[in-house]
């Protein structure tokens, strides 16, 4: 920890290999071998639930601290539903697959995170939760609606009974991303 220093956080939840797998197969159905933009590669594919950004060491354990001191609830079913994109088809930047089953709670587990957060003093996060999984990133925009609107809903499921405090390492490719604190539900 340089300077004090931890690093670029996340607090999200892990997808299973057999629903990234399915993921992958659905995307080359939709797409073929080249998804628009520049995707995230599979392993990194997460529910983000909190992005905190560059963290102090001392902020860091007041999160920890706080992550540990939540009531999670327990364990809940998930499934993924139908292609989206921010900020619309029409000007895709964003291509993302949205949460069917397991919104409600996911929203609920998202708030008591976002509570944690803001407890150990980050700011509090100025968008609504929006559960989604970003599947790639696309500059400059695109025009995405026919793929959009032609494709059928996913419906991999997966069962969420915890969550992660993450550490992202950037440079270099792709993200790679450190699992720093593991929290079951239930």
């Not at 392993?43 to 992550?67: I, S």
């Not at 364990?75 to 697959?97: E, N, Q, Y």
């Not at 089953?101 to 957060?117: I, M, Q, S």
């Amino acid at each position: 920890m340089e300077g004090g220093r931890v690093g670029r956080l996340f607090v999200g939840i892990p997808f299973p290999a057999e629903l990234r797998e399915g993921l992958e197969a659905y995307l080359r159905a939709t797409f073929g071998e080249r998804m628009p933009g520049r995707p995230v590669p599979p392993g990194n594919w997460h529910l983000t639930l909190r992005f905190l950004g560059d963290t102090d060491a001392a902020r860091h354990q007041a999160l920890v601290d706080e992550l540990r001191a939540i009531e999670p609830g327990p364990a809940f079913g998930l499934s993924l539903a139908g292609l989206g994109a921010f900020p619309r088809a029409a000007r895709a930047t964003v291509l993302w697959i949205g949460v069917g089953d397991g919104a409600a709670e996911l929203r609920v587990l998202a708030a008591k995170v976002e509570a944690a957060a803001v407890r150990a003093g980050f700011a509090p996060e100025p968008k609504p939760y929006s559960p989604h999984l970003t599947l790639s990133r696309i500059q400059p925009s695109a025009d995405l609606r026919r793929a959009i609107e032609g494709a059928e809903p996913f419906g991999g499921r997966m069962t969420v009974d915890g969550f992660v405090l993450f550490r992202s390492h950037l440079g270099g490719g792709p993200p790679r991303y450190e699992r720093m604190l593991a929290l079951p539900l239930g």
